[in-house]
């Protein structure tokens, strides 16, 4: 292994940089030549890449976002784009690639890998927490504090005016960001896309919270979840009577410098990476066990099924009575 080549795909995570300056600095302090790909999948197609070296990276470690930006590309997903990537990869002499990304980045390399045998490592960089096979993804954990301090801001003037607010925050088809920080924000209700829930008895809830003396309510709503953030207002607002209002937090969350908790996943990720290649070790996705960083097979990881944290939502429902 002399050439390997790191990038970054899909939406953007708190933390995506200090795991590129991991990749860069320890490939080079193992003898390789690293370089970055811009933009994604489609930077790739374009050979828009060049080499990097410490200076690449440095001061970038407490940047949210990503220095080598990304994008979203429907061209790779063909056959002859996957193809088409492949041969730029060899062009270049670039004999393994290094993709920090969520779980669509993950089966994009992995097609990658299986058609063309070509050897790939994946660090789960995404703020949805959506990856079953790790206990956590490069950025949720920045994503969740900053939706936590929304919480906060948003309970002082929701107390001030009596009312009810529903703030949406994302994570997809994942409820993990609307769990965290319903939990640690102390909200009354958290709507997310694993469980039904019947409106009702929210609207039940926080009529009986207002009678016990309660100032205001907080629902977390999950992008995912059936109903929308709209709709949910509406009916609340018809069923009790009350003031209600709704913050979007969307990109908001994605933003902002890394916590300590990201800056040092994210290094650790980078550093198993460069140890997995030069071992000769490919075709794995990066993920934390018990504290532990390790390597899964790229293949069994996307197959883990998520399950979903019952006792957290209901220790939310039992904690806001």
């Known amino acids: 292994m002399r050439r390997i080549a790191v990038m970054t795909s899909g939406g953007d ?15 080079i302090e193992r003898g390789l030549e ?32 990503t220095i080598l930006k990304t ?4 061209e790779y997903q063909t056959i002859e784009g996957t193809a088409r990537a492949h041969q730029i990869l060899e062009t270049f002499g670039i004999e393994a690639l290094v993709n920090i990304g969520g779980e669509g980045s993950m089966q994009g390399t992995l097609r990658l890998s299986r058609n063309h045998n070509y050897p790939v490592i994946c660090i789960p960089g995404t703020i949805d927490n959506d990856l079953a096979y790790t206990e956590m993804t490069i950025g949720f954990d920045t994503a969740v504090n900053t939706v936590l301090d929304a919480i906060t801001r948003v309970r002082d003037t929701s107390s001030a005016h009596d009312r009810t607010t529903l703030i949406e925050v994302m ?12 939990l640690a924000g102390g909200a009354e209700f958290v709507l997310v896309p694993e469980r039904e829930e019947n409106l009702k008895d929210l609207c039940q809830k926080i009529i009986e919270g207002k009678n016990s003396g309660k100032q205001h309510s907080i629902i977390i709503r999950a992008e995912g979840y059936p109903v929308s953030s709209q709709d949910v207002v509406e009916y609340v607002r018809n069923r009790t009577g009350q003031e209600v209002r709704l913050v979007v937090l969307s990109y908001l969350q994605r933003g902002g410098s890394p916590s300590l908790r990201d800056r ?3 290094t650790e ?13 490919y075709n794995k996705a990066i993920g934390l066990v018990g504290g532990e960083v390790v390597g899964f097979d790229l293949a069994e990881a996307l197959d883990v099924q998520p399950e979903f944290k019952a006792d957290m939502y209901e220790a939310i429902k039992i904690l806001a009575k």
């Open 264 to 266: 040092i996943f994210a």
């Open 71 to 74: 994008a979203r590309c429907k």
């Open 269 to 281: 990720c980078g550093l198993k990476a460069v140890e997995l290649l030069c071992d000769g070790i």
């Open 171 to 182: 994570g997809r088809h994942c409820g993990d960001i609307a769990l965290y920080s319903g």
């Open 34 to 65: 690293v370089y970055g790909i811009e933009r994604g999948f489609q930077g790739l197609l374009d050979g828009d890449m060049h080499k990097m070296d410490r200076r690449s990276v440095g001061d970038i470690l407490q940047r949210g976002g």
């Open 13 to 27: 995570s708190p933390g995506m940089n200090a795991a590129i300056r991991a990749v860069v600095r320890f490939g």
